[in-house]
């Protein structure tokens, strides 16, 4: 017989010997070790050989004559299970942070997020231990999505990130046929309720091509509340919508005023209207705001729900709304030619764009026109539709003017404007995707912009006055180590930084001495990622971003629960309705910072359904060429910005001919032989490799 380690060296032994180990807490004889270990007789020396040496090492320790069992430093440990990509996986120890590598035999019956207990064996690393699992504590409590399989006898759930779990078995009696290749959401089963990794189907989504599906995987993986309770919806059917004349007589009608709203031309509720009259000393423009609050009262089940949604999250097909669509396409929002309810904050502007006043009533409105940007856009330019009448082509002029005043005064004032590019979407009739340009904002948006920070300031402003608490929006100023970070990304982008990359009149200069437009966009995203999030809270912080020392957010309440709280306030202050609940400044910041959360699960949601479409439209050009902009580079690839479509992708290291080395002092990729280099700012040329949906991947490879 053989006498051939079948481990192929002493350390393999010592492991798999642990880890056996590992898994009798009571101790395990030399003979049942070799047995389970599957060793013939004749590697029996061995195995003694490797104990003795784990025992002198304090690894293991005797309990009888032939029975073995963990050291004492090696104890049990809780924590939670990361996998990786590869099917290998880690635990991650709370609270003291450190990191158990697991075997992939244990991996392989564990799901991405699992609570786990494991037991440490040995060391691989400065802060990272082995160790084998003792027990699942508790499944993933988050359900997780995948395609059904089905096969003889039974069917699997493969999940749409790899890196969550293998395929997983499913524990319930379904139309197997039916399902097959359909996504749907499962929960994974409580371990011991059935042998190895089970789940059962919750949801079914439908195929990955039909319409609506992508969007329901956004809401489900980002946790979103799609469905209104039937309470809520019984409770929006009882809201008429009509104004009785007692609420006309406590408000300003400006039903006659000249008073539009500017909106996308994809918008599904329309917040704001505008108006305004030229005065003896300059403009008075009039900024009109849904009365939501007039609508949805504090404790109603509608105010409970729009709570616990905190925003309303766009979809490209669709809206998940903060409100009952009855109350946020209907009833609330400004459409025209319809009598609405509204707050009305007037601003006065003299003839050097400086605000010289403002003040905020309840009124009622009557639009007289809903307008696109894009219409705004052409007649305050001259270039008339023919359905837009002349007083509204005046009033677009009026307002465009007004907007460069404010502008001007917003730079004086040192305000911090990176204007980020956006990706447009080209659709043919049947809704396809058939081209994505980049975007700037034109003058239209930045007016509705301005008016609507003009009319914050205002809100904010008030309520400070009459000393009501509120939830304010806080912008603040980054840490000192985060600009030494932001100039050496600068760097890395081949720019030269500034002195100080966040103060606005370096910036401007830095920017426009940047030919490369991707690279300039790069730079404009380094900037924003180095300040901290605008958040909402009681605090009086201030807005960095903005430059202004007081600033709230009043003009969408439609869209945005603080918005609504601010419409209260705003209202109790003027003496049009009764308080509120009496919230105790921790229980206002506890809201607050639910809400902040929100907004941030919201915008990740919008985020990341533009990167799918944009992955979508490009696994249609699978083997297609195109050049395009490096923007940056990591050790794992460099990031291409293409000129047209207005997309990026990875050219991963992996794809690339020969060994490459990533240069972090100079910022670049650079090929072993010196043939090529890879670094911001370089155009390329590339093929479209790979567009994952499932995984949103997106690969090119080097055409050279």
Not at 166 to 192: F, H, T, Y
Request: aromatic residues 6%; proline residues 6%.
């Amino acid at each position: 017989m053989s006498r051939k380690n079948k481990f192929g060296s002493r350390d393999d032994m010592s492991s798999g010997i642990l880890v056996e180990i590992a898994k009798y807490p009571q101790g395990i004889t030399s003979a049942r070790l070799a047995k389970t270990l599957k060793l013939p007789r004749s590697q029996m020396h061995l195995i003694w050989k490797t104990l003795r040496q784990l025992e002198r090492k304090g690894q293991i320790i005797r309990t009888a004559r032939t029975a073995f069992r963990l050291g004492p430093d090696r104890e049990n440990h809780a924590g939670i299970f990361k996998r990786k990509m590869s099917g290998a996986g880690d635990a991650v120890i709370e609270p003291e942070g450190f990191t158990v590598r697991l075997n992939r035999q244990d991996a392989r019956k564990l799901v991405d997020g699992d609570r786990i207990e494991v037991r440490v064996y040995g060391s691989a690393g400065k802060r990272i231990r082995k160790g084998t699992v003792v027990r699942i504590v508790e499944r993933r409590p988050d359900p997780i999505l995948g395609y059904f399989h089905q096969y003889k006898g039974g069917g699997e759930i493969v999940p749409l990130n790899p890196r969550i779990a293998p395929p997983i078995r499913v524990s319930q009696k379904v139309d197997r046929e039916k399902l097959d290749g359909k996504i749907v959401a499962a929960q994974i089963n409580p371990p011991g309720k059935s042998p190895g990794l089970s789940a059962r189907i919750e949801k079914v989504l439908g195929s990955r091509n039909e319409a609506g599906v992508e969007t329901a995987i956004l809401i489900f993986n980002h946790g979103l509340r799609d469905e209104f309770p039937e309470e809520v919806l019984r409770e929006a059917e009882l809201i008429t919508g009509k104004i009785a004349a007692a609420d006309i007589g406590t408000r300003r009608d400006l039903r006659d005023d000249l008073v539009i709203t500017v909106d996308p031309e994809s918008a599904r509720d329309f917040d704001d209207a505008l108006s305004v009259a030229r005065t003896k000393t300059g403009y008075r423009l009039g900024v009109h705001i849904a009365d939501v609050s007039h609508y949805v009262h504090p404790g109603s089940a509608i105010d409970r729900e729009a709570y616990q949604r905190g925003t309303s999250v766009y979809f490209p097909e669709r809206a998940v709304h903060m409100l009952p669509e009855r109350l946020s396409t209907d009833i609330c929002s400004l459409r025209p030619d319809q009598d609405k309810l509204t707050v009305t904050v007037w601003i006065d502007i003299d003839p050097e764009g400086t605000i010289v006043s403002g003040e905020v009533e309840p009124s009622i409105i009557r639009s007289k026109a809903r307008m696109t940007y894009a219409e705004f856009y052409r007649a305050s330019r001259g270039a008339v539709d023919q359905h837009v009448m002349p007083e509204i082509v005046l009033l677009c002029k009026t307002l465009t003017h007004i907007c460069t005043l404010l502008l001007q005064q917003h730079i004086r004032r040192g305000v911090l404007d990176l204007d980020m590019p956006e990706a447009h979407f080209r659709f043919n009739p049947q809704n396809q995707i058939i081209g994505i340009h980049r975007k700037l904002r034109s003058i239209a948006e930045q007016s509705i912009e301005e008016f609507m920070i003009a009319a914050n300031v205002i809100v904010a402003g008030t309520l400070d006055s009459r000393g009501i608490q509120y939830f304010r929006r806080i912008h603040e100023p980054p840490d000192p180590t985060t600009v030494d970070d932001l100039k050496t990304a600068l760097k890395r982008l081949g720019i030269h930084p500034p002195d100080n990359p966040l103060d606005p009149d370096q910036v401007r200069s830095m920017l426009s001495s940047i030919d490369s437009i991707p690279i300039r966009s790069v730079a404009s995203y380094q900037i924003l990622r180095a300040m901290k999030r605008a958040e909402y809270s009681i605090r009086d912080a201030g807005h960095f971003g903005l430059a202004l020392s007081q600033y709230t957010q009043f003009t969408s309440p439609i869209r945005r629960y603080p918005d609504l709280e601010v419409h209260r306030a705003v209202k109790s202050a003027l003496g049009s309705n009764g308080a509120g609940p009496a919230w105790t400044d921790s229980e206002l910041e506890t809201r607050a910072k639910h809400l902040s959360e929100k907004e941030r699960d919201a915008q990740e949601a919008e985020w990341n359904a533009v990167k799918l479409r944009k992955i979508r439209f490009m696994s249609q050009k699978i083997g297609e060429e195109y050049t395009g902009t490096i923007t940056h580079v990591e050790p794992f690839g460099a990031f291409v910005e293409l000129d047209d479509p207005f997309v990026e992708g990875l050219i991963p290291v992996r794809l690339l001919e020969g060994f490459y080395r990533f240069i972090e002092s100079e910022n670049k990729l650079s090929r072993a032989d010196g043939a090529m280099v890879l670094k911001p700012g370089m155009t390329v040329k590339i093929k479209v490799e790979c567009a994952d949906i499932d995984r949103g991947i997106l690969d090119f490879s080097l055409v050279v």
